[in-house]
């Protein structure tokens, strides 16, 4: 069994930075490729960045490119998300997933992970 526990989410203006951790116990951070995913009230759960197990590649959903940053600390298996230049359209409860896929492919759907967290509300006002 492996768990995934969010934090770091928070209310913030538009323009600030957050950074969400995304802590795996059960399994070491190394051994799951992780992606964060969000979703907005009356919207589909999309895509925002995730990161394979072994490869250590990486890959943003285009609304998100050069804004928000995706990294894992190997020692505290947490995998984080920097978030910078934080827009009112980033509001969203934000959820980690992982699975144990060796793919040097980040998978950017939500049934490829079997994991899943129980979400952090970012909230960015004006």
């Known amino acids: 069994q492996v768990n995934l526990v969010e934090s770091g989410g928070g209310l913030v203006q538009a323009g600030d930075s957050l950074r969400l951790s995304c802590v795996v116990s059960g399994h070491t951070a190394t051994d799951c490729a992780v992606a964060w995913f969000r979703q907005a009230p009356g919207k589909e759960r999309e895509f925002v960045a995730g990161?394979?197990?072994?490869?250590?590649?990486?890959q943003y959903a285009e609304s998100v490119q050069d804004r928000f940053f995706i990294s894992r600390d190997r020692a505290r298996n947490t995998v984080y998300l920097q978030m910078n230049s934080l827009k009112l359209e980033d509001t969203a409860t934000y959820f980690c997933?992982?699975?144990?896929?060796?793919?040097?492919?980040?998978?950017?759907?939500?049934?490829?992970?079997?994991?899943w967290g129980q979400g952090t509300q970012v909230t960015v006002s004006s």
């Open positions: 990161i394979t197990r072994r490869y250590v590649n990486t």
């Open positions: 997933a992982g699975n144990s896929a060796t793919s040097a492919l980040v998978g950017v759907r939500p049934e490829q992970y079997d994991y």
